[in-house]
């Protein structure tokens, strides 16, 4: 099955910029979407087709894709950013989930 | 309102069985592939298993193949997904979420969960 990898935590100021990466072999040859976790909250899709955003994202939501890494990149980061992301793909007709990446910020 | 709704969810015994429904509303039911998504206690997503917008065809994920069922019935808007021979390893919310697809070269593909349920917590113990 495909694999998708992603750091456990990455720690932001408020203000900069925020990077998450999800890795998989030829991932740059699949659709990647990402999605935004709050505690005690359902996912919400933030990222289709490696870089469009559903409508209600902000713009500094932004994605991309190439190679083996896929990347979520959060300009102007905000405390309301906190949360888990997780970067998913489709192998077929099954879903793919990274393993999720805790988005810290301080 | 778009909305996903789930129900049925609670604690049962390691080998048993239960059902959980999904009631959609908001949108056109029969038109969408539909998912269940769950989710361990601490842990991330896990993607559980995919119906067609007929029913004709159903995927899983490997470790509940041959315990797990997703079904539909269009006509009451709702989802389905009937576990049997329930393990420790089960334990977690289940979720229901919409599939969007997007077309190319005259066919249909998934495309992301765009819509999701808030969820139904199963626990498998004894």
């Known amino acids: 099955s495909f694999d998708l990898t992603q750091p456990p935590s990455v720690s932001v100021s408020p203000g900069q910029t925020a990077t998450i990466t999800c890795s998989g072999e030829?991932?740059?040859?699949?659709?990647v979407c990402w999605y935004q976790q709050k505690p005690g909250q359902s996912p919400v899709e933030v990222i289709y087709?490696?870089?469009k955003r559903p409508s209600g994202i902000p713009e500094r939501l932004s994605g991309s894709n190439s190679g083996n890494t896929a990347t979520l990149t959060i300009s102007g980061t905000q405390v309301m950013d906190e949360g888990d992301y997780y970067c998913?793909?489709?192998?077929?007709?099954?879903?793919?989930f990274g393993g999720g990446t805790k988005l810290t910020v301080l | 309102e778009v909305q996903l709704v789930e129900s049925g969810g609670g604690l049962v015994q390691p080998g048993g069985s239960l059902r959980v429904s999904c009631a959609a509303s908001?949108?056109?039911?029969?038109?969408?592939?539909m998912s269940w998504v769950r989710q361990a206690p601490g842990k991330g997503l896990e993607w559980v298993a995919n119906?067609?917008?007929?029913?004709?065809?159903?995927y899983y994920v490997d470790s509940v193949r041959g315990r797990f069922t997703i079904s539909r019935d269009n006509d009451k808007k709702s989802l389905f997904l009937e576990m049997n021979n329930l393990r420790a390893e089960d334990t977690a919310v289940y979720s229901c979420?919409?599939?969007?697809?997007?077309?190319?070269?005259?066919?249909?593909?998934?495309?992301?969960?765009?819509?999701w349920g808030q969820g139904t917590m199963v626990t498998v113990s004894s």
């Open positions: 998913q793909v489709w192998d077929g007709n099954t879903a793919v």
């Open positions: 030829k991932l740059g040859d699949r659709y």
């Open positions: 087709q490696d870089n």
């Open positions: 979420a919409r599939v969007a697809m997007y077309f190319f070269d005259s066919d249909t593909f998934p495309e992301a969960f765009d819509i």
């Open positions: 908001g949108f056109t039911f029969s038109s969408y592939w």
């Open positions: 119906i067609k917008e007929d029913g004709t065809e159903r």
